[in-house]
Every structure is written in structure tokens, then in C-alpha cells.
């Protein structure tokens, strides 16, 4: 099981039959979080707070150095939320490429896992009413399966009522 820590920078794992955990990944310059196994568990995609989704190759179960790591997007996006399709071939992940909180895919090479052409929009949510960012990045919460995505939104409304007497 992987899970950060706000206080310390790191993605750490937790072993379930020993009750401990051990940093896995670490930057000395930035925080790590929202880090994800890839279905054959040979990669870690995470986000990197200045530098938006990043994968590392593992060896032996435990992720590479820095100078192995590669991005998945641009440094001026804001992502969040890395998922694995269930082939390991695209990484979804929320962005706010056009202004608007919205769900993307990035196709991966299914060996190397660097990214094959460009991403693209998996669904937009151009709308204040009913909106990923309307649950907060804290709050919001993605699974990937087979044939399907789930995510939570939050649906905002509101009602003005006038009298007059």
C-alpha cells in the first residue's frame, strides 16, 4: 500500500504483514504524492508538486533514482490523480489544461511506459454547476477499470427568491 505524508515529502509503502512502513521514493527539492502501481507492478506513476506526473521504473520492487525518472506531462500543467488502465497503456489523470478541472489520458508505450503521442480529453467538465472542482483536489478520488472510470463531483445549485409585499 503507497500514501504520503504532508509533513514529509516522500511516497511511502506500508507492508501489511509487518506493520511497517519505508520510504519508497523521495525528491529532496519538492513533495511526492498520488503515487500508483502500474497493473504488472514493473512502475510507479506519481505527481511531483512543481512538476506535474512523473513515472519511475521499479527494480527488485523498489523505484529507480531521480535521474531515471520521466514526465508524463508538461511542467506548466497542473495534474493530479495518476490511474493505470488495467493494460498499463494510458495513464488518466485529472488537469487543468483548458482552464477547467477535467479528466485526461496520456497513451504509454506498453514496454517503456514514455509517452506516445499527445494527451487527450477523456471527458470535460466546462461547467461551475457540476464540476471536479467543485469536490477539491483533497476530496476527489479516481478508479480506473476495465471498461469503465469512476469519479466523484460536486454538483453546486442554487435558488433566488424575491417578494414583495
Known amino acids: 500500500m503507497l500514501f504520503s505524508r504532508r509533513e514529509r515529502p516522500s511516497i511511502y509503502a506500508f507492508d501489511l504483514k509487518t506493520k511497517q512502513d519505508r520510504v519508497v521514493l523521495t525528491s529532496g527539492r519538492e513533495t511526492l504524492f498520488q503515487a500508483r502501481f502500474s497493473p504488472d507492478e514493473s512502475w510507479l506513476g506519481f505527481v511531483r508538486s512543481e512538476h506535474g506526473l512523473w513515472v ?10 531521480e535521474s531515471e ?40 508505450h506498453p ?44 454538483e453546486l445549485t442554487g435558488n433566488i427568491w424575491a417578494s414583495r409585499h
Open 69 to 108: 525518472w520521466f514526465p508524463i506531462t508538461e511542467n506548466n500543467v497542473r495534474a493530479d490523480k495518476p490511474r493505470w488502465s488495467p493494460n498499463g497503456t494510458i495513464i488518466y489523470y485529472t488537469a487543468d489544461r483548458d482552464g477547467f478541472w477535467c479528466l485526461w489520458g496520456q497513451r504509454v
Open 56 to 65: 519511475s521504473p521499479l527494480r527488485d520492487g523498489s523505484p529507480t533514482g
Open 111 to 154: 514496454t517503456t511506459k514514455t509517452p506516445t503521442g499527445p494527451p487527450f480529453a477523456v471527458y470535460h467538465f466546462h461547467s461551475a454547476r457540476l464540476s471536479m472542482a467543485n469536490v477539491g483536489s483533497g476530496g476527489q478520488e479516481i478508479s480506473v477499470g476495465k471498461d469503465m472510470i469512476v469519479l466523484n463531483l460536486g
